[in-house]
């Protein structure tokens, strides 16, 4: 006895029909418009590090997947005819004839589904995201690529003059649909960006167009291609419990400051570490953190380092590097963000609400003295820099409070070769690794204070500049690409 068709199985079977009718078509289309395909591929493998597992869906020839270089690759395509020129052009990759509501058969997780220019075609995107789940861990990420509705007319004139293959009929889904219905589906939105000013091949001032105009925020609207960028949140009320968080303070000239600190960090995690760093300090800050730790009885393990090197990046990095805890924080030593707001931060990445938790001391009033007026337009200007350069909204960049997973601050230190080593800080080095990983950045607000001991140890201007120098280092990096 033969299963009725479903509305779901008859679409499925028209999509198959019409794609392996006119496979030669669609494959000449391609074609055609190569310049395109390379240049939505090099903006995809931008999210994604090299030697990772990767699935991708709707995979056609396989050639997206082949540039993504993964360590194990799988392409799937309801096609045959594509998978077919798959499996012939590249052999050291595995393709299955498989719709993507069927793709929990395959048994196996990945670091890194793409959905390029597929999610239209689907029937049901409740279903096929329903499936995705199955072949995701607690860090994979999902990258969706859609087209802009404001170039459909444009598309069908290039149907008509058959320079593109005509495609079944599609619905244009914008961007913040596309987030809406992955929010339905227990999918957290890490970013979202535009990209392709300009999808023909005109030489030299193609990749112009593309790389410097279409990420300008006035051009973004008129881009072809939406870019989201999603993760799986997991279905469950448990919070797991760190077994230990790592406190990381750098200090410099900061005698004055170390005994209250102390007394005053929570308990966080199964076991709490506290790592004092000292910077170079010209009063007595060293001493004061070597009489303090030895003379500490309280529950929490507490150590001290003295810094080598210059900055508070070269602080938090050997910081972080003594560190033993699955969560590791900094949190400067002025005392500024009050030490009692961190449980907050904690229980934000042990929740999965968050990957990367960023204070954001522009929130809540502060106290007259806490923040000089040019420094608070400096905090806002960077801040809406980071929001345009990293697709993910900030407020407060330069907040010394600053908490991620162990694991993943490892996964930035084998990746920093791609920004290299400038941030003498330490809080771009870390925002920039973050949004190279796709991590899921939220800023959590906090208390801002006035100093009680000692002085500031930035430099207004002299740093400011140094902060512009790397905004427009990374904008290469990040967005202009």
């Known amino acids: 006895m033969n299963t009725p068709a479903t509305p779901d199985s008859q679409h499925r079977a028209a999509i198959k029909a019409f794609g392996e009718s006119r496979h030669a078509k669609l494959t000449a289309s391609r074609k055609r418009n190569g310049y395109f395909h390379r240049y939505l591929t090099k903006i995809v493998s931008h999210h994604v590090i090299p030697g990772s597992r990767v699935l991708d869906i709707g995979c056609a020839g ?50 890194y589904v793409i959905l390029s220019g597929i999610l239209p075609q689907l029937y049901d995107l409740h279903t096929a995201l329903e499936a995705i789940r199955s072949v995701c861990h607690e860090r994979t990420r999902i990258i969706i690529a859609t087209f802009s509705r404001l170039w459909q007319p444009t598309i069908r004139v290039g149907e008509f003059f058959r320079w593109k293959a005509r495609v079944p009929d599609e619905s244009w889904i914008p961007p913040y649909e596309v987030g809406s219905i992955l929010n339905q589906c227990d999918f957290d939105m890490v970013s ?18 593309n790389r410097w105009c279409a990420p300008l925020p006035l051009n973004k609207h008129f881009n072809l291609c939406n870019i989201s960028i999603a993760r799986m949140i997991p279905r ?49 800050t060293w001493d004061t953190i070597q009489k303090v730790v030895a003379e500490y009885t309280g529950p929490f393990a507490v150590s001290c380092y003295k810094q080598t090197g210059k900055g508070k990046g070269d602080a938090v990095r050997l910081g972080f590097g003594k560190a033993t805890g699955d969560i590791l924080m900094i949190l400067d030593a002025d005392i500024s963000v009050p030490p009692e707001e961190l449980p907050r931060f904690v229980d934000l990445l042990a929740s999965e609400k968050c990957e990367f938790a960023n204070g954001s001391r522009l929130v809540y009033p502060m106290e007259k003295q806490a923040m000089q007026f ?16 990293l697709s993910q909204r900030l407020r407060d960049t330069l907040c010394g409070t600053k908490v991620l997973r162990k694991s993943d601050y490892e996964k930035i230190v084998a990746n920093r070769a791609y920004f290299g080593d400038f941030d003498p800080f330490g809080d771009f080095d870390l925002l920039f690794g973050a949004a190279r990983l796709n991590l899921k950045i939220t800023d959590v607000p906090v208390h801002y204070k006035e100093r009680v001991y000692g002085s500031t140890n930035i430099s207004r201007f002299r740093h400011g500049w140094m902060l512009l120098r790397m905004c427009a280092f990374a904008a290469r990096k990040i967005k202009f690409i």
């Open 62 to 111: 396989g050639d997206m997947l082949a540039a993504l270089k993964p360590s194990y690759g799988v392409g799937i395509d309801i096609n045959a005819s594509a998978i077919a020129d798959a499996k012939k052009n590249h052999p050291t990759l595995t393709f299955h004839e498989m719709p993507a509501e069927e793709i929990g058969k395959l048994r196996e997780t990945f670091d």
């Open 192 to 209: 979202q960006k535009q990209a392709i000013l300009w999808p023909f091949n005109i030489p030299l001032l193609s990749n112009f167009v």
């Open 236 to 284: 469950t009320n448990r919070v797991q419990i760190p077994n230990c968080v790592s406190v990381i303070i750098p200090a410099r000239n900061e005698a004055g400051n170390i005994k209250p600190l102390l007394d005053r960090v929570p308990a966080m995690g199964k076991k709490t570490e506290v790592i004092f760093i000292e910077g170079n300090s010209t009063d007595n």
């Open 374 to 389: 040019l420094n608070m337009i400096a905090n806002k200007m960077f801040g809406w820099m980071f929001t345009f350069l």
